[in-house]
């Protein structure tokens, strides 16, 4: 397989030939890269199934640089080539560092250790086979403020207000764009929505920048990057003016998004009143050579975070390098296109205290153009700018530790974590993320702990934490007084107002006492298993074996998967183990008809993570679920954001999906907390491909007309999508068709938050089944032909 890194595939009508050499892959990529001419012509040779999709759709092959090139507009107008290239499989793994004076005290050391460290870590990022062009680093430092100062004076002769009261941010324009016009004009846009909050731009700065130790590939998507100054001229609160800024920001690269795509090369690095960030596609030694600010001995900071990027199978570009807003991530989320989908979604139910209807300028949140960890950092800046959320408490919501079985956890932090599970979806995944804002700079380990983080803390209050020791070797051990490990599900966290480490059990547990989520959880949460052993439950009808073979054959069994499959799992309660492998062929190469279900194959993670055991690693797992409808993400925590029904497990039993299809599940109040309306999932026998594709259009427009209920009745909180109406008349949709085509109708629509969609699905035979049911949307199925 072609290394994504090394080469990108696009379709042309006119020529099947090579258009330049292949350049080779990066160093950690080379024996899967095509890296010759010749090699890529021996295999068009090859007689295979491949060479044949190749030539019948008549690709050519494009170099890193010919893709680059078209992407930043140089040398060429064509369109960019649809490629092997896909922004959703934009993550990373790769070396974060942080450092930080206790007392808050800027110094010129903090910069330089902090550049240090960033060298330092050159092995933890990724390079092409061109040494000097590297996948990405960068630094975020607190804003030096009299550097700031002296160069408003000395360019535009103005004189900035006190700290907080102004904004300094690093902005990419596209290459060339001075040239043609363009700069002028996107500036322009700029003042214009500065202007329109009735805040004043002091100036534009040119950042001074020396490229000559950059290669190729950075060299031709270079982007002119100017520093935006800002000064809140309408007398509000610090951290209004932060809203303010952060609004204009994502109103102007919306704007310009519009305008020219959402690769222009448009880019606000960061515009807050706290720090700045000057990142880039350099190399980690490349940063401080670049952006000449950094070699100043009057740029001095009180903090840093530092991040050199391995880019995993994608391209390296100037906008994706690390550190982004407020964060910098080691790792990947693994959960990323479900988390993705639900904050879409959410945009329907989502409003700000602060921004009230202008809270639609600041969606969607996250976007297919950002990387993993540019999703992330979106979100958690929304979280906490745009609710009364702090950084801490955002962070414990989106990587939350381990807490369902954890015997060692406080009640008030458990009752904490299962209150938010009801407020969002955890962001998972091999994770160490640091963070700053201005109060505040820490890391977390999500909670398997997958990715190393150590720290130290020095006698004269610094702290120092890396993805590993060794970053800054000239501190001797006789100035450390504290050296320790970030463990897995725990949080560093420095508070710069009160100029000490927070313990990790002090910082969680304050915040889980600011309400009282213990209470909320046991008067709202309704849960399911436990109601049915109440005796409020349904007992579902005797089965009717008189139809069973041709049900059976209807829905896809064969005597292989009765005996190989559901047997033991009916017996021995596991799924079978065979050593044989699957020698049947890919559904999608079968002559066979077959199920849905067999065209998809699981995912796998872009980085080597060792395979998680879920008998010996269980209290990081879980399958218990909160269904039903969620509250609005950014209004302050209350009662109504868990009022939702739990699944302790998703594979339901057909006595509580006959509880669910016949009864209105009722709180101890005697308040209705679920109720569901049945779809039927079925279509006409004899009126074909039209049928189906009519019936599906017909179970999406009648979940969706459920959840919005009709005048003056709410809708329902769950629809249930049952092919049991299959008979000699009727054919059933296939469950992953149904599921997936709803789910996707309701994230268009922004009513998936609203509801929960179950299954009573006759073709769920197989662990691979439920796997891509539940991967498409489904909150709970009931196999009722297994059982």
Known sequence: MLSGRSIAVASSSTSAAVKSTVRGGSRRGLSNATTTRSQVLRRQTRPTLARAALRSQQFTLYSTERVIQLRSNKGAQAQIPKTLYTPEHETENCGVGLIASLKSEPSRD?????????????????????????????????????????????????????????????????PGSDESGRLAELKAVVERLVKAKKHTVVGWRPVPVDNSSLGKDPLDSEPITEQLFVTNTKGIEERRFEQDLMQ??????????????????????????????????????????????????????????????????????????????????????????????????????????????????????TSDNMSDSGNFDSVLELMTKASNRSLPEAVMMMIPEAWQDNLYLSDSKKAFYEYNSCVMEPWDGPAMVAFTDRKYIGATLDRNGLRPSRYYVTKDDVVILASEIGVCPDVPDSEVKIKHRLEPGKMFLVDFESQRIVPDDEIKEQVAAKHPFGEWVENGLVDLEAYMSQGNGEVAEPMDFSSTNRKLNMFGFSSEKLEM?????????????????????????????????????????????????????????????????????????????????????????????????????????????????????????????????QALERICDEAADAIQGNLGEPGVEGVILSDKFAGPDRIPLPSLLSVGAVHQHLLKTKQRPKAAILAEAGDAKEVHDFATLFGYGCDGVCPYMAY
């Open 110 to 174: 903090i910069v330089v250790k902090a550049d240090e460290m960033l060298v330092r870590m050159a092995h933890r990022g990724g390079v092409g086979c061109d040494p000097c062009s590297g996948d990405g680093s960068g630094m975020l430092l607190g804003m030096p403020d009299s550097f700031m100062r002296s160069e408003a004076q000395k360019l535009f002769g103005a004189t900035l207000p006190a700290s907080g009261e102004y904004s300094v941010g690093n902005v990419f324009f596209p």
């Open 565 to 693: 499959l559901l047997l033991p799992m009916a017996v021995g309660g596991k799924e079978a183990l065979g050593s044989m492998g699957n020698d049947a062929a890919l559904a999608v190469l079968s002559e066979k008809p077959r199920q849905v279900n067999d065209y998809f194959k699981q995912l796998f993670a872009q980085v080597t993570n060792p395979p998680i055991d879920p008998i010996r690693e269980e209290i990081v797992m879980s399958l218990v679920c909160p269904v039903g409808p969620e509250g609005n993400l950014l209004s302050d925590s209350s009662q109504e954001h868990c009022q939702r029904l739990v699944l302790n497990h998703p594979v339901l039993t057909m006595d509580e999906m006959e509880t669910l299809k016949n009864q209105h599940v009722k709180r101890p109040d005697g308040s209705t907390a679920f109720k569901t309306q049945v779809i039927d999932a079925t279509f006409p026998a004899g009126s074909g491909p039209d049928g189906m594709l």
């Open 248 to 365: 204009i920001r994502k109103m102007a690269e919306t704007e310009v998004m519009d305008m020219l795509g959402p690769e222009s090369g448009f880019y606000i690095n960061s515009l807050t009143t706290s720090h700045i960030t000057y990142k880039g596609q350099l190399t980690t030694d490349q940063v401080s050579k670049y952006y000449l600010d950094l070699q100043n001995p009057d740029f001095v900071s009180h903090l840093a975070l530092v991040h050199s990027r391995f880019s995993t199978n994608t391209f390296p570009s100037w906008e994706r390098a690390q550190p982004i807003r407020m964060m910098c991530h080691n790792g990947e989320i693994n959960t990323l296109r479900g988390n993705k989908n639900w904050m879409y979604s959410r945009g329907g139910i989502m409003e700000s205290p602060f921004y009230g209807d202008d809270t639609t300028h600041l969606l969607p949140a």
